[in-house]
């Protein structure tokens, strides 16, 4: 058996390793400009260094632990903030409300952002250089509309997401208009990518977070038999428009739509009919 004398490394390279894993773990959690990073677990997230204020929206996803996180942050180079610093100089708490929760400030030397408690739960991170719009938002009823409903159907329509030009009449005018004219008006350049999310109001205080991710985690109700674009009027535009089969009758729903996975409106309150009623639906 030969046995082999074991030297430690030198100081310098054992240096460069830790380093070097120091910088890969960041790299991981590096937060980017304008992008919302997913997380399914605590820890510390670095954010980027920009010259001007941001936008830092918090969505939570998926709570199966029932813990509630906390989020620390700090915008100045030093170390990883924690509850205790609170309150001094540079470091902040993002309050979490409804599953959400945003901060608008400088971070001209980048900083961290500390979540503890938080178990399992699956959170999304999103850094705005739009203040007025953070990547996160709940817009409450605004917008969203109910249609008519039967026993097992509903109608529904998204907030107004384009708007549409008629040209004005040039006065004197004195030709009548053909008594056959019809009003029509190109469809909308782009539709956003709107998501209805529909469930029983007996169950809605299980979705107390009003966030695009934890909608995307819930089962929704019913089946989307139709979906198309619908114009309300010159004032509000265009606005997407859904045909909802397979309801229960006689049963309170809870109607929320998500729009772009990062805007969510509602809940909107209805409630399917107990007989046999037809509903027009005109595509």
Not at 88 to 100: A, K, M, N, R, T
Not at 156 to 164: D, K, L, Y
């Amino acid at each position: 058996m030969i046995l082999r004398r074991c030297f430690p490394l030198p100081l310098a390279l054992l240096s460069l390793i830790l380093y070097v894993a120091e910088t890969h773990q960041q790299q991981q959690q590096q937060l980017n400009i304008d992008t919302v990073s997913t997380f399914s677990s605590a820890s510390t997230l670095t954010l980027p260094s920009y010259a001007g204020d941001v936008a830092i929206s918090i969505a939570l996803c998926g709570n199966t632990e029932g813990t509630t996180p906390t989020f620390i942050l700090t915008n100045s180079s030093a170390g990883t903030p924690t509850e205790a610093n609170v309150g001094s100089q540079d470091v902040f708490e993002i309050s979490i409300e409804e599953g959400l929760g945003t901060w608008t400030g400088p971070i001209g030397q980048g900083g961290r952002l500390a979540v503890s408690n938080a178990g399992q739960t699956k959170y999304e991170v999103g850094v705005s250089t739009d203040t007025t719009q953070p990547l996160h938002q709940y817009l409450g009823q605004s917008g969203l509309l109910f249609g008519d409903s039967t026993r097992n159907q509903a109608i529904f329509f998204s907030p107004p997401f384009e708007s549409i030009e008629i040209s004005q009449p040039i006065f004197p005018n004195y030709t009548l208009p053909s008594a056959q004219t019809q009003f029509s008006v190109s469809q909308p350049s782009s539709t956003p990518n709107f998501s209805l999310t529909l469930v029983e109001t007996s169950s809605a205080s299980e979705l107390s977070w009003r966030s695009s991710c934890a909608l995307a985690a819930t089962s929704s109700k019913g089946t989307v038999k139709n979906q198309t674009n619908w114009i309300r009027n010159e004032t509000e535009g265009w606005r997407s428009k859904w045909l909802v089969e397979d309801l229960s009758p006689g049963t309170n729903y809870s109607a929320f739509v998500s729009q772009g996975g990062s805007k969510v409106t509602g809940p909107l309150y209805f409630i399917t009919k107990s007989g046999r009623y037809p509903i027009r639906y005109d595509s």
